[in-house]
């Protein structure tokens, strides 16, 4: 059974890039057919689709968040990793990690604990 695991710095100062790793375990994220995302929840609020990488290394990115996100992967390590940059107050919340079939991208059947992320100064 695949295994993901959010890891990052839980406070980041405003105007600075927010960097967290996902590591996978009990599966490849080069494995045919999955796509691998990262979703966020702000306090309060439902869920928000920030991006994705495939299994092959494409990428796609929530309208309002791509100027400012970048996914990428280390196949070697099993992992992807998101960046934010410039990052205010209101990107403040709990970050997933994901899993889900190309046949159903926008509905995970695995996910991370989630981590918390914090933007204050």
């Known amino acids: 059974q695949v295994q993901l695991q959010e890891s990052g710095p839980g406070l980041v100062k405003p105007s600075q890039t927010l960097s967290l790793t996902c590591t996978v375990s009990?599966?490849?994220?080069?494995?045919?057919?999955?796509?691998w995302s990262w979703i966020r929840q702000p306090p309060g609020e439902g869920l928000e689709w920030i991006g994705y990488?495939?299994?092959?290394?494409?990428?796609a990115y929530s309208p309002s968040l791509k100027s400012r996100t970048s996914i990428s992967r280390d196949a070697s390590k099993n992992q992807f990793t998101l960046q934010l940059s410039s990052v205010t107050p209101e990107d403040t919340a709990v970050y997933y990690c994901?899993?889900?079939?190309?046949?159903?991208?926008?509905?995970?059947?695995?996910w991370g604990q989630g981590t918390q992320v914090t933007v204050s100064s």
């Open positions: 994901a899993r889900s079939p190309q046949s159903n991208t926008y509905i995970p059947k695995d």
């Open positions: 990488i495939t299994y092959n290394g494409g990428t």
């Open positions: 009990g599966g490849s994220i080069t494995t045919n057919y999955y796509y």
